[in-house]
């Protein structure tokens, strides 16, 4: 059960990481020349918008699971 919490970590943080690069191509894209295609397209801050509601959404996750004690976060090392 924890290695199936840890995935779901690890697949939100890829899906992160996707959100933040469709941002950068959004950004780089240069301006459309009709206007079918602009009406299509979704602007810079929407996928901005939804990687910072999957990374606080990834904290949220991991401070609920550190205390009901599904997880257990690494001793101190001294």
């Known amino acids: 059960m924890v290695f199936l919490f840890k995935l779901l970590l690890v697949v939100l943080l890829l899906f992160i990481i996707f959100n933040l690069a469709r941002a950068m191509f959004e950004m780089v894209k240069g ?3 009709n206007e079918e ?5 979704k602007p810079m801050s929407f996928y901005l918008g939804r990687r910072v509601f999957l990374s606080a959404l990834a904290v949220v996750l991991m401070v609920a699971a550190l205390l ?3 997880i257990d976060p690494n001793v101190r090392p001294y």
């Open 31 to 33: 301006p459309q020349e």
């Open 37 to 41: 295609e602009v009406e299509q397209d």
């Open 68 to 70: 009901t004690g599904f």
